[in-house]
């Protein structure tokens, strides 16, 4: 089914919700909203985007966050995990209960989930790691093993150490400055879990230094990555197109596809890393593409609007980290 | 009291005068998912070019103080695409499609003109010649009186007769009203504006450009007195050109000052990124701000602020700033 056809089941939804609780968690900020529409849609990976400043904000531009969890209380609340980096993010934190709040969501392809039992590594890098806990809830339903494998700066920065510790199999922590866990990133640690976890997937949420890494590591063992990635976006329902990164659709080509409808969840394999923030000279439509190098299913139809960028196997979910290149 | 919201786009009449404006929409399909695309007057879509473009490398957006810059470089899927997909999908939801079509040259808007009025329930072209994110952008042909009016003639000759073509001018030269006589001298039978203004921002921690493109176009409300103005000064040099006022509307009183400026319709842009059914909302506002001042059709105030205050004086506005 696609979301963006406006489904009424699945495609996201505009709510005013209220605000029921607002907590510190170490360096974050979780809020919980009451957003019954958002939580009956919500599938792991999923996110939302807020609008910050009250009615005659001077932000014009939603924050985007990945959704944390979603409960069945006051008909169905939506939770989402922040730094307060800029202005937006603490407006949103100065929140109190019984504010209210325009959010939209749930934005973005969820998480593709193993049909058969496989053991999924979940790699975090610092409040990265938010929607990571939803979906070990989904996969340990279908009974797959999970393994947490969680870094960011400090320990203060590891979001959901301790939940990773109580609900996984086994759960790493790497901390760039030792406070946490092993000293390090978690991409020094990724190859010894993935073989002592047998691990059969990979799914990573993250900055994205952190995803192209995974990637690459990765690749040595022949294992699926899913990666959730961090675009600066403006709308994060399709309209706006700054949230763009070129992503090699299952016909080989590549196309600018949008971080918040296409993804966030995109195949790492499918995303030219090394290439963002570049119109690769080959990408479609690219200045001196020709039209006729493109034949087939899924060209045309795909470069800019609506371009799904794969097919089966192609980009299946996503998540979007809050975080941004520039504090917002 | 119901208000009198129709308007007239060339020979089809709009039910109200909120429209989405050139950019800030796709092609409808994503805002369908929050608000049903046939209640506002009509979709304006984003500029479709003869092939299709990747666009500019990100990133292509930076947050300005009630204001945006963006510096996509018009990313799309092309005339085939859209009208294979986009513009049948519109109008089986019952929207009035109104096509924005970019080219860098005359010859591109005449080949897109002429795609154009082969396909059938297209409600009027706006021609988008004041995009700033293009690569040639020192040769925005809404600067250049002529020039702005060769792309205007090619379209013109070629699109049906009963189908409107309004030209899309830029705030950013020195007197609009120049290109907007030459727009019309040229056959344009309406007038868009208006088009963002060229920004720039650096990044005070990289202290580097914040846009890969380094320039990008400023919109949002901070635009918004630019737009009156220029809508303004048009609407005084060529009172019986219809306009479609855009920049920076936030809400319904925002749509009444660019109407009360001269607007015949009003689209809504940046707003849209802020609040995805800022359309209607805006559509029910601008209801309530016409009926509460006693306003009983839309055509009564189009125009109004250029009447002096002994007729304006009718209808006592309130200040409800």
Known sequence: MNPRDGDAETGPVQARGTVLTVRRVDAYYAMTVVAPGIAARFRPG???????????????????????????????????????????????????PRDVLDVTGPHGRPFPVPKEPAACLLVGGGYGSAPLFSLAGKLKDRNCPVDFLLGAASGDRVFGALTARR????????????????????????????????????????????????????????????????????????????????????????????????G????????????????????????????????????????????????????????????????? | MAVDLRTRLGDTELPNPVLTASGCAGSGRELAQFLDVSRIGAVVTKSVQLVPRAGRPTPRMAETASGMLNSIGLQGPGIDAFLQRDLPWLLSRGARAVVSIAGSTVGEYAELATRLSAAAGVTAVEVNISCPNVAERGQVFACDPSAAAAVIDAV???????????????????????????????????????????????DPV??????????????G???????????????????????????????????????????????????????????????RELDDELAQRGIERLADVVGLAHEPQAMAGRRPARNTR
């Not at chain 1, 040595?220 to 990635?229: E, F, G, N, T, Y």
């Not at chain 2, 009963?162 to 040229?186: E, N, Q, W």
């Open chain 2, 156 to 202: 013109r000759a070629r699109t049906r007769y009963d189908v409107p073509v309004f030209a899309k001018l830029s705030p950013d030269v020195t007197d609009i009203v120049t290109v907007a006589r030459s727009c019309v001298a040229a056959g344009a039978d309406g007038l868009s504006m208006i088009n963002t203004l060229l920004g720039m921002a650096i």
């Open chain 2, 206 to 219: 990289t202290m580097r450009p914040v846009l890969a493109g380094q320039t990008g176009g400023l919109s």
């Open chain 1, 46 to 96: 999923q996110f939302l985007a807020v609008a910050v400043g009250g009615p005659q904000s001077s932000m014009l531009l939603r924050r985007a966050f990945s959704i944390h969890d979603v409960r069945p209380d006051h008909g169905g609340t939506v939770e989402f995990i922040f730094a307060a980096s800029g202005p937006g993010t603490r407006w949103l934190a100065e929140r109190r």
């Open chain 2, 221 to 283: 409300p901070a635009i918004r007195p630019v737009a009156v103005r220029c809508i303004w000064q048009v609407r005084a040099a060529l009172p019986d050109v219809p306009i479609i006022g855009m920049g920076g509307i936030r809400t319904g009183q925002d749509a009444l000052e660019l109407i009360l400026a001269g607007a015949w319709m009003v689209a809504v842009g940046t707003t849209i990124f802020h609040d995805p059914s800022a359309c209607v909302r805006i559509l």
């Open chain 1, 167 to 262: 609900t996984g199999r086994t759960a790493t922590i790497t901390t760039e400055d030792g406070s946490l866990g092993s000293r390090g990133l978690v991409t020094d640690l990724l190859g010894q879990v993935i073989q002592q976890a047998r691990t059969d997937v990979i799914y990573a949420c993250g900055p994205m230094p952190m995803l192209r890494q995974v990637t690459v590591l990765a690749r040595r063992w022949d294992l699926p990555v899913l990666a959730a990635v961090e675009e600066a976006m403006a709308c994060g329902i399709g309209v706006c197109m700054t949230c763009v990164l070129p992503v090699v659709g299952s016909d080989g080509i590549t196309r600018m596809v949008r971080a918040c409808t296409d």
């Open chain 1, 264 to 328: 966030p969840v995109f195949r790492g394999e499918q995303i030219r890393w090394d290439d963002i923030g570049t119109i690769p000279f080959d990408a479609f439509g690219a200045p001196g593409w020709e039209p006729r190098a493109v034949g087939g299913a899924g060209g045309p139809a795909a470069a800019g609007g609506s371009g799904a960028a794969g097919g089966p196997g192609g980009p299946g979910a996503a998540a979007a980290g809050g975080r941004r290149p520039h504090g917002r």
